[in-house]
């Protein structure tokens, strides 16, 4: 049989011969009605055990065993007894901490998902805290147990092999405080500010003077120091009081040209008196507040007066605007934050020492070797990590800041570096490129920020005056001088010598993907860029909250891992087997990341 043609003018086409049996074919008229599963929205529901509806391996879970595992004694040490009850611990920081780890940080946030959130509804045993218990427990009683809390986590974390305290991954990061960005008072400005009131200050006394000695005034001795806010009020009492017998000598008197002169001269000490009290004295007191906020530092903020102005990476205006923060020292391992400190310095450099003293007074155990990134590489910081040369604290993997540029060509073939000059330890000079001696010349001290002093050798030219090299060697108009630190140079070469050990060269790749991806997966994936609390004391709370929440995630997302890993091979003795051989594979596999 052929298939049938539909001819037209311009093309012929051809039906398959199925398709035209399908027409010829009887179509079923019969109608199939949609069926549907029973749902009704109206008819009452009894869930007799909520528990049941959460996962296994869900993060509620992770948050509930971690907290349960603290001693209630240790909790109630922060209750004083008496009035009415409270709500218990271990419930507000299990509803707490659940409410970080799902990106919720506002009292308001975590008291509409109590009642919303069949998870926190669990942790809070079907209790609602308002916002305001939440917010009292967040910033009173978290502020006291915050230390202890995050201590006995980490001590459970070692316990449980999660890490191991060997490698201590160091970096710092910057986050914005909850203060106004417009708020802020700088210290050379609070100085300038000042020195043009102490100029005022002594125009106007000798003004007073003037008018006190013309107008045989029976002033006392003025004051001396126009710093001296009591003695200025002494002085505005004595004005007070011309102006009162002036006051009086104008009531005895009926003389209008009279009158007329003694109302001029008390509205002389009138208006003297008034500067004093409300200009002078206020703004002394403002400027003495300042400098007690201050510090050693160079700004804060009035909103959040523990907050420093510092330059921060999330900069919307591309112009490198200050903002209002705090700089938070951050330890990790495995990607586990290990420990952190809060600190008001802008630099990592000064940040180093403190961190680690605290850290060494706290329960923890000291690491074995400390990582960080060339920002911590200076003198004292190396110095502090060798300690006492019988015990030394730790070892370090910490860069100088010219390690990377001591490696390129460039650097090796500048003449201007002594590095590349020959030295000759038996004259203790060195040997510049056009063959001249550079010999040494005195020692000097200089001190730096942080108080701590340094030693330098200067050694300088013999002379430069013809030499052909002199504009590539130095800009300086006279002899070419060198400041050797002796100390600095012999960290520096332990330093580099510890950084191209074989061992310590993989140890050393793996800082970025340790706090770095810490920090992304805060600021990024959880969105924490901005503190909601306020002061030093209680910003160092919510970044514990905020490092508690993290680890506890990392737990979960493990515990899913590992438990995909079981289905897979089936038993469970597989599972420890990756847990104890195979961890730290398991942490850097893109499946654990998608699981978080």
Known sequence: MCNPKITTPHYTTEFPLAIEEMKASPVSKRRFSPTFKPYNNR???????????????????????MVEAIPDERLYTYYTGGGRSSYHPKMMLKVILYAYSQKIYSCR????MITENLPAMWLAAMERPDFRTLNDFRGIRMKAMMDELFETMI?????????????????GTKIEADANKYSFVWKKSTLRFEEKLKEKIRATLA???????????????LPEDETEPEQLADLAAQLEEQAELLTKEMEGTKEMPTRKVLRTKRSVLRKSVKQIRQDFLPRMEKYAQYHATFGDRNSF??????????????????????????????????????????????????????????????????????????????????????????????????????????????????????????????????ICPNGRHVNFKNYQNKKNASGHVQSY???????????????????????????????????????????????????????????????????GNRSFRRFSLRGLNKVHTEFGIVALAHNLLKV??????????????????????????????????PLLLLLQ
């Open 43 to 65: 008819q009452g529901f009894a869930i007799f055990d909520v528990q049941e509806l959460i996962p296994e391996n869900h993060i509620a879970r992770v948050v509930d065993e």
């Open 109 to 112: 946030g975590i008291e509409k």
């Open 155 to 171: 001590l459970k974390l070692i316990e449980e092999g999660y890490i191991t305290m060997e490698n201590y991954f160091l970096d």
């Open 207 to 221: 003004n007073i003077q003037e008018i006190a000695q013309a107008e045989g005034l029976g002033l006392g001795s």
């Open 301 to 430: 903020s009035k909103t959040d007066p523990d907050a420093n102005f510092m330059r921060m990476k999330e900069d919307h205006m591309k112009n490198g605007q200050l903002k209002p923060g705090y700089n938070i020292q951050m330890a990790t391992e495995n990607q586990f934050i290990l420990y952190y400190t809060m600190h008001q310095r802008p630099t990592d450099t000064r940040c180093f020492i403190p961190h680690l003293e605290k850290l060494a007074k706290s329960n923890l155990p000291l690491p074995k070797r400390v990582i960080a990134d060339a920002g911590y590489g200076s003198e004292e910081n190396y110095l502090y990590a060798l300690g006492e040369e019988k015990e030394p604290r730790f070892e370090f993997l910490i860069p100088y800041g010219t390690y990377i540029k001591e490696q390129t060509r460039k650097y090796k073939n500048d003449i201007r570096n002594a590095k590349n000059w020959k030295y000759e330890e038996q004259y203790d000079r060195f």
């Open 457 to 523: 050798k200067i050694y300088e030219c013999e002379d430069c005056s013809d030499c052909p090299l002199k504009a590539l060697c130095t800009k300086a108009k006279g002899n070419r001088q060198v400041h050797w630190n002796t100390i600095f140079e012999e960290m520096k070469a332990k330093a580099k010598e510890a950084l191209e050990c074989e061992e310590n060269t993989g140890i050393y790749a793996r800082r970025k993907i340790e706090v770095e991806s810490v920090f992304g997966h805060i600021k």
């Open 556 to 589: 979960a997302g493990i515990r899913q891992l590992l438990s995909l890993v079981d289905e897979k091979i089936g038993g469970g003795r597989q599972g420890v087997f990756l847990h104890q051989f195979y961890f730290r594979d398991l942490l850097d596999s």
